[in-house]
């Protein structure tokens, strides 16, 4: 008789990589195979995203970044213990014993105890304000910390430095500083040259950069007031993070008596196993060829090894790349391959440019045949691409520098990863190949994003493969002969510009109309809006009437900004910034009658948050009133046309900017386009109003005016290129007709004038030629109807509060003018603001 | 408007009057106040079909489903709730995007220009 005995499994530590060795290993298991699993962990909750953990900050809840839910262990058959850690393990008996003294027998047993902050022995480190940044928990004492701090402190200069300062910006602390002990950030990622553009990059951002300073001690009362460096300066904090790198977690393999590195980390050979041949250690608690691996890459593959190793595999672990890309902090880093490897042993192509902040380096083998490894710095778009080149030893093209110079646009990026092997590693988290994700595309029919997460999991870990697996599916739809178009959704088989031109032919002017002329189904959340500011742009009819008030996107329909909570903001135009000192008491009136906090928005207007949905009209009415007018801070159209004071009070300015920008913005107001429209008109070259960072900017001249356009601010920062050269006003608003119109016609949905022109074919000297040397010449045309929708415009509010049919629509309950008892507020400095997302 | 009733009629249900069919803006929707109990209602005109769900979205526990906008998936009629696009079956409420989310539905009858809601 056959016994079937069942493997006993216990895993140390429920953190990203425990969780995936228990995810493989139920995978792999042999249908012949008992096994039972037991994990202990140490935090309060299960498994969450570590790599991701920044984006609790942005709004991300505990649940959304955890792994797999309690039920999944119970599902699985695999107990589990949290908030209880594993204190001892009898080796000779093997039994583990808990905290709370649980014991349980183990055949093998997983030490997945990650890692913790190191934190150097500085006195003063104990004192309250002082963190660090590993944990959900950690995150949740810094997020309560900083609303009443001020100025922030990083120690460490590194990835995880640089991510926790910039969430310290994030949490609208006034000062943010990073202090780093050696002479550079960054350094073992990125090169001299790197490191200089990175630290001007990070100051542009606002954050404050102190190189070889040598913490001596943390001063304050019970809380820290401040940091005293070697070098007798001092920095004064409220709140310092400290994060100067990570000390695995290997105390309990001490007390077992494994075998440790004085530096710390568990020794283990390259099947994991550590000097014990029943315990395997995995993830950032083992010490694998000599060193850490601090990325959740190598951790999962370690998972793999010893799943498959349980399940009667055999695989090895290997030496691993560690190619980073950093995520949020608002600028591009990546290294990848060797990165530092100098000549003769390469040849180094360098490239760097200070007005953009671009810093790149790509080292090629001496024979200029293969990729070694490089670094790119404030534009890492083609890190996926120059990463899988290196690691696939693909051979290079003849000019190498084109790698990192010239446009590659998405096209030739798709021709890219379509040249790679079918073993090509494209997700190096859930090890998925460039010929599996073709074989998911071709073979299982998963077309999008979301079905290839769902199947084959890649893009799941970092995330920083998925612009190539984009370009698989489309390239492999390519190849299949299917011919892939920038199809609007399944309602609808055209682009967004092919639409535009057969409605514009057709006439349509209802969503209803342009359904049952060119499209089929019901419509859905992408193509109503999408038609809706097609009508607008065509017609300019209010949006609010026939069909077309449901199919515009929440905001629009209530001409407002929904915000957390449920409730609206409120944002009159004033033009130019200009206000009178009667039309600013009656903001405050308003505010002051329906409860509304209020702000001053960054396009110099005001804003007025919390309105409920009932009292937009009242609140509307009496704006109105006073003379104001809709700011349109809903719809993707014009927003503001932001001025400097310019000559009228300025001692440098040589034009009245405020004039110009106050008819620039009546002339545009209420223009529906692709995106929303900003614009700003300075007075002389000191350009205190940042044209340059807007859609078109103006700025003065002695002679006139000076247009720059397709600028961009938000989170992918790019300047404004020059049109034209001192025009006169006239020419200087007939050339930004043209430009708008010609971008509403052409530009994809949501695309924003700079990526836009990102993507046009010939670039900037081709937008002049249209636009200014009229070479299509469809100038004319693009003036007449611009100018068409300026006639036709209407305050969108007027419409309602004169409307009696179309106020009705504002009440949240159609049976009773209740307002919605679900809206909760929380006091914050005198004013309110809404309550936390549940 | 005829005399209809959409979606499976339960006997088991209580009909309250919810409001008029001009209350709800067609292909759109509206919330009513029923028995302590916030529902969105939808005038799908353009199938010809009423349905009735949870206002509230289980995302982010937004009041705010009923302002969605309707339309549907591979024919499957759905709503999308306006904070971040969770869109759901009007039929089942199962979320479209993520399998743990999901809404009640409610039964719906227009009698007499009057639309009422099952609960
Ligand atoms: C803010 C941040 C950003 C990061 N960004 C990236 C990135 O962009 N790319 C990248 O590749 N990596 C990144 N990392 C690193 C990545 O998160 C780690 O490599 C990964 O989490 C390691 O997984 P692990 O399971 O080994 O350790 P952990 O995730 O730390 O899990 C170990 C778990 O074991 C528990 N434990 C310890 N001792 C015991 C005990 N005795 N008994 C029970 N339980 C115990 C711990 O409490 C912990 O929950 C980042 C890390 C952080 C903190
Ligand atoms: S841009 Fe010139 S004119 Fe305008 S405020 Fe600055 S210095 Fe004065
Ligand atoms: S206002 Fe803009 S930058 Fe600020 S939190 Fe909202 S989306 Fe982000
Ligand atoms: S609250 Fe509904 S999708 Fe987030």
Redesign the interface.
């Known amino acids: 008789m056959k016994h079937i005995s069942v493997i006993r499994i216990v895993v140390i530590g429920n953190g990203m990589v425990g969780f995936k060795f228990c995810e493989k290993l139920l995978a792999k298991r042999q249908a012949s195979q008992q096994i039972s699993i037991t994990v202990f962990g140490e935090e309060p909750r299960v498994a969450y995203d570590r790599v991701h953990l920044s984006e609790y900050f942005a709004g991300k809840t505990a649940d959304d970044l955890t792994l797999a839910g309690e039920d999944w262990y119970a599902d699985n058959g695999i107990k589990i213990y949290l908030s209880d850690p594993v204190v001892d393990i009898d080796r000779e008996h093997k039994l583990v014993r808990s905290h709370h003294g649980i014991v349980v027998q183990y055949d093998y047993l997983i030490m997945a105890t990650g890692s913790g902050a190191f934190v150097p022995t500085i006195p003063g480190v104990e004192k309250d304000g002082v963190f660090v940044y590993r944990t959900i928990e950690d995150l949740e004492l810094i997020q309560s910390y900083a609303r009443k701090a001020k100025k922030g402190a990083v120690i460490g200069g590194g990835l995880l430095g640089l991510e926790a300062a910039k969430a310290l910006l994030d949490l609208g602390l006034e000062e943010a500083h990073v202090v780093e002990f050696a002479t550079r950030l960054m350094p073992r990622q990125i090169d001299e040259a790197g490191s200089r553009m990175l630290q001007s990059q990070l100051e542009s951002l606002g954050l404050h950069i102190h190189l070889s300073k040598n913490t001596q001690e943390i001063k304050g009362g019970d809380c820290i007031e401040g940091m005293q460096f070697a070098d007798q300066s001092f920095l004064e904090v409220d709140m310092l993070v400290i994060s100067a790198g990570i000390r695995p977690r290997d105390e309990l393999a001490k007390i077992a008596g494994l075998e440790t590195h004085p530096r710390g980390g568990i020794i283990v050979d390259n099947q994991l196993q550590t000097s014990d041949p029943n315990i395997f250690a995995i993830g950032e608690c083992a010490l694998a060829h000599h060193m850490i691996y601090g990325l959740i890459a190598p951790g999962y593959e370690m998972a793999d090894v010893v799943a498959a190793k349980l399940t009667g595999g055999a695989k090895e672990f290997l030496p691993f790349d560690m190619s980073t890309k950093l995520k949020l902090i608002g600028t591009d880093v990546a290294s990848f391959g060797d990165p530092f490897i100098e000549e003769p042993a390469c040849t180094t192509v360098r490239y760097e440019n200070k007005a953009k902040g671009i810093y790149k380096r790509i080292n090629v083998s001496p024979d200029g045949k293969t990729l070694l490894g490089g670094i790119l710095v404030g534009d890492a778009e083609q890190y996926n691409m120059l990463l899988q080149t290196c690691k696939n030893k693909t051979i290079l093209p003849p000019d190498s520098e084109d790698l990192i110079l010239g446009s590659r646009g998405g096209e030739e990026a798709g021709a890219g990863v379509m040249s790679f092997p079918d073993d090509a590693l494209i997700c190096s988290c859930e090890a998925v190949t460039k010929g599996m994700l073709c074989q998911e595309v071709s073979e299982k029919g998963n077309h999008t994003i979301d079905s290839i997460k769902k199947s084959c999991k890649a893009g799941t870990g970092c995330g920083g493969c998925i612009p190539m697996v984009k370009d698989i599916i489309t390239g492999t739809l390519k190849q299949n002969g299917v011919y892939v178009r920038n199809v609007v959704c399944e309602h609808f088989d055209y682009s967004r510009q092919e639409l535009l031109d057969l409605v514009k032919m057709n006439g349509l002017k209802t969503y209803g109309n342009v359904l049952d002329t060119f499209g089929k189904g019901d419509g859905c959340e992408t193509c109503k809006p999408l038609v809706a500011s097609l009508l607008a742009s065509l017609w300019n009819e209010s949006i609010l009437q026939k069909d077309r008030a449901p199919i515009q996107d929440s905001n629009d329909r209530y001409l407002a900004n929904i915000q957390k909570g449920g409730t609206y903001s409120v944002v009159p135009r004033i033009p130019g910034g200009e206000v009178t000192p009667e039309k600013l008491i009656v903001i405050g009136q308003v505010a002051q009658r329906y409860g509304l906090y209020t702000k001053i928005t960054g396009g110099q207007r005001i804003d007025l948050f919390g309105a409920h949905l009932g009292d937009l009209p009242e609140i509307w009415e009496a704006l109105i009133n006073a003379g104001f007018e809709s700011g349109h801070a809903y719809g993707k159209s014009l927003r503001t046309v932001k001025s400097c004071v310019g000559s009228t009070w300025c001692r440098f300015g040589v034009q009245d900017s405020v004039s110009f920008a106050i008819e620039v913005e009546n002339r545009y107001k209420g223009l529906r386009s692709p995106h929303k429209l900003k614009s700003a008109v300075s007075g002389c070259i000191r350009e205190c109003a940042e044209a340059q960072s807007k859609d078109f900017g103006i700025i003065a001249t002695e002679k006139g005016w000076n247009l720059y356009v397709c600028g961009n601010g938000g989170s992918k920062p790019q300047h404004a290129q020059l049109l034209a050269t001192d025009v006169d006003k006239e020419t200087c608003l007939r050339l930004i007709d043209r430009f708008l119109m010609f971008y509403i016609k052409t530009a994809d949905p949501l695309a924003r004038t700079a990526t836009w022109l990102n993507k046009m074919e010939g670039g900037m000297s081709y937008l002049k030629a249209v636009v200014v040397d009229d070479v299509l010449g469809i100038a004319a045309e693009l003036e007449s109807d611009l100018q068409q929708l300026i006639d036709v415009y209407q305050c969108e509010w007027k419409e309602v509060v004169d409307n009696p049919e179309l106020r009705k629509r504002f009440s949240h309950f159609v049976n009773t003018p209740a307002k919605d008892p679900s809206i909760q507020f929380e006091e914050m400095r005198e004013q309110k603001r809404a309550k936390e997302w549940a | 408007m005829n005399t209809e009733t959409q979606t499976p009629t339960d006997t088991q249900v209580t009909w309250h009057i ?2 008029e069919v001009s ?12 028995d302590g109990k ?1 529902i969105a ?1 939808f005038n ?1 005109a ?2 010809g079909e009423w349905y009735a769900t949870d206002n ?1 979205c289980p995302h ?5 489903v009923s ?9 499957e ?2 709503v ?1 709730c ?2 971040h ?1 969770k ?1 759901f079956s009007l039929k089942t409420g199962q979320c479209f ?1 993520d399998d ?1 989310y999901q809404i009640k539905t409610f039964p719906v009858m227009v009698r007499e220009n009057l639309v009422y809601i099952g609960l």
């Open positions: 919810a409001c209350d709800i803006p067609e292909d759109g929707g509206g919330c009513a106040f029923i916030q209602i799908f353009r199938r509230e982010r526990q937004q009041m705010a302002r969605g906008m309707i339309g549907s998936h591979e024919g009629p759905k999308a306006p904070f696009k869109t995007n743990a």
